[in-house]
T-cell receptor, first 113, second 116 residues
Framework: AQSVSQHNHHVILSEAASLELGCNYS??????LFWYVQYPGQHLQLLLK??????LVKGIKGFEAEFIKSKFSFNLRKPSVQWSDTAEYFC???????????FGTGTRLQVFP | SAVISQKPSRDICQRGTSLTIQCQVD?????MFWYRQQPGQSLTLIAT?????????ESGFVIDKFPISRPNLTFSTLTVSNMSPEDSSIYLC?????????????FGPGTRLTVL
């Protein structure tokens, strides 16, 4: 069965630090990849997505992610985090031509001023 | 995008009772989904709510425990039946928006359920 692994469960950073959250999936075929964010007290929002084309995708709020097919990875990055980036981040995958989102366990990010 | 609302936003229920959660979308959508997010865990798909037919359940979830209705293209309900404390979770509704050839899911605010 397909699965998604997020290696960092809890990350604590100071403002202006760089961020990289790991995400690996297990499926050998074509996938669609997503990062969702859940700010405190708010609902899940799509941060960015990869369907095809350029493996480096840019999302909202300065986030980007790189799809590396050979590593089955889709790591999320931001060069300089802000306090407002404090949230829970979920990596998710759908197998090509299906609608089922498979989520990772999430990474809680805390950014201190 | 789609705007999704859920009712109730939270509830505290007694063991053995049932709770029905409503999901309303501001536009017609084909696919609606119900997820569960247990404390400290990720989101798990419960079922896909199909308009005009029975819901499709994922492994580990059954219709008797989680009956779903989908009377039209903008509304769905999920009932958590005969609740136990293990059902304490956040239940989320999501919808799929097809933009060109891409499928994106948008999520509702969730219903936080506590079972005593």
């Amino acid at each position: 069965a397909q699965s998604v692994s997020q290696h960092n469960h809890h990350v604590i950073l100071s403002e202006a630090a760089s961020l990289e959250l790991g995400c690996n999936y297990s499926y050998g075929g074509t996938v669609n990849l997503f990062w969702y964010v859940q700010y405190p007290g708010q609902h899940l929002q799509l941060l960015l997505k990869y369907f095809s084309g350029d493996p480096l995708v840019k999302g909202i709020k300065g986030f980007e992610a790189e799809f590396i097919k050979s590593k089955f990875s889709f790591n999320l990055r931001k060069p300089s985090v802000q306090w407002s980036d404090t949230a829970e981040y979920f990596c998710a995958v759908t197998v090509y031509n299906t609608d089922k989102l498979i989520f990772g366990t999430g990474t809680r990010l805390q950014v201190f001023p | 995008s789609a705007v999704i609302s859920q009712k109730p936003s939270r509830d505290i229920c007694q063991r053995g009772t049932s709770l029905t959660i409503q999901c309303q979308v501001d536009s017609q959508v084909t696919m609606m989904f119900w997820y569960r997010q247990q404390p400290g865990q990720s989101l798990t798909l419960i079922a896909t709510a199909n308009q005009g037919s029975e819901a499709t359940y994922e492994s580990g979830f059954v219709i008797d425990k989680f009956p779903i209705s989908r009377p039209n293209l903008t509304f769905s309900t999920l009932t958590v039946s005969n609740m136990s404390p293990e059902d304490s979770s956040i239940y989320l509704c999501s919808v799929e928006s097809r933009s060109s050839s891409y499928n994106e899911q948008f999520f509702g605010p969730g219903t936080r359920l506590t079972v005593l």
